[in-house]
């Protein structure tokens, strides 16, 4: 069966033991999607669209679909009592951020469960 050099991958599924290796296993599928960037650093939506040329609008397009495909990718690998917690988020970097804030050096991810 051939595959067109396409590879099937399993997303990292965070668990309860887990999120160390979570986290750097998001880090490395999330670059290697050039998806990386958007998650940890984000992106400014501007306030009047209206007023962007064409080749701002194409780039900001470009900008929010890589946004969503790394979202995607976060929402991907979270059970459904993690996703809970960041459904309503609308941008990648801020799903990031809501796992990543919640955990302090002293707690587990076994806490959230």
């Avoid at 067109?4 to 990292?12: A, L, S, V």
């Avoid at 880090?27 to 009047?48: C, M, V």
């Avoid at 679909?65 to 059970?79: G, R, S, W």
């Avoid at 988020?89 to 801020?94: G, Q, S």
Wanted: include cysteine; aromatic fraction near 10%; glycine fraction near 2%.
């Amino acid at each position: 069966m051939t595959n067109n050099g396409i590879f099937p991958f399993q997303t990292p599924r965070l668990t309860k033991d887990n999120y160390e290796n979570w986290c750097l296993r998001m880090k490395a599928l999330l670059g290697a999607q050039d998806a990386w960037e958007i998650t940890h650093r984000g992106y400014e939506s501007p306030q009047n669209e209206a007023s962007l040329s064409r080749q701002e609008k194409k780039a900001l397009t470009k900008t929010r679909m890589k946004d969503q495909h790394a979202l995607n990718f976060i929402h991907q690998c979270l059970d459904d009592s993690m996703f809970a917690k960041v459904a309503n988020d609308d941008t990648a970097k801020e799903a990031w951020e809501i796992e990543t804030l919640r955990m302090k050096e002293s707690e587990s991810i076994s806490d959230y469960y």
